[in-house]
């Protein structure tokens, strides 16, 4: 607090804020969510994309994506260690399928008997 306090401050009001001189929330969107669909793009129809990042940055290209504006991206909770989100395209665009999960639904087996 004696540090960052005014940031703080500021980001609790939900100004955005460049903590520690970083990005803003929107610039990581903008650097990060037109890579996400550049490679969606590329997918066969039945194929998958992993991404794999700063739970900060995936929430904020997430909200990009979905066409959230940006004071609700915080709304979309923040991603826990080793968690994932799930979207998938429909008729009318993005759509949020799963956020913040952590479970599988079936175990996973390795090669051992």
């Known amino acids: 607090m004696a540090r960052y306090g ?3 401050a500021a980001w609790k009001r939900g ?5 520690g001189g970083g990005e803003l929330e929107t610039e990581t969107a903008d650097r990060a969510a037109p890579v996400v ?3 969606a793009e590329l997918l066969p129809d039945d ?12 929430r904020t290209a997430i909200g990009r994506i979905l066409g959230l504006e940006s004071h609700h991206w915080e709304s979309l909770g923040g991603l826990a260690n080793c968690c994932w989100s799930i979207l998938g395209e429909g008729a009318r665009g993005w759509r949020l399928m799963e956020h913040n999960a952590g479970t599988l639904p079936e175990p996973v087996l ?3 008997d």
């Not at 100004?15 to 903590?19: D, I, L, S, Y």
């Not at 194929?47 to 995936?58: D, F, K, Q, Y």
């Open 37 to 39: 669909l550049r490679h």
């Open 47 to 58: 194929g998958t994309l992993v991404v794999v990042s700063h739970g900060g940055a995936i």
């Open 6 to 8: 005014e940031e703080y």
């Open 15 to 19: 100004e955005p804020v460049r903590r």
């Open 110 to 112: 390795g090669d051992d």
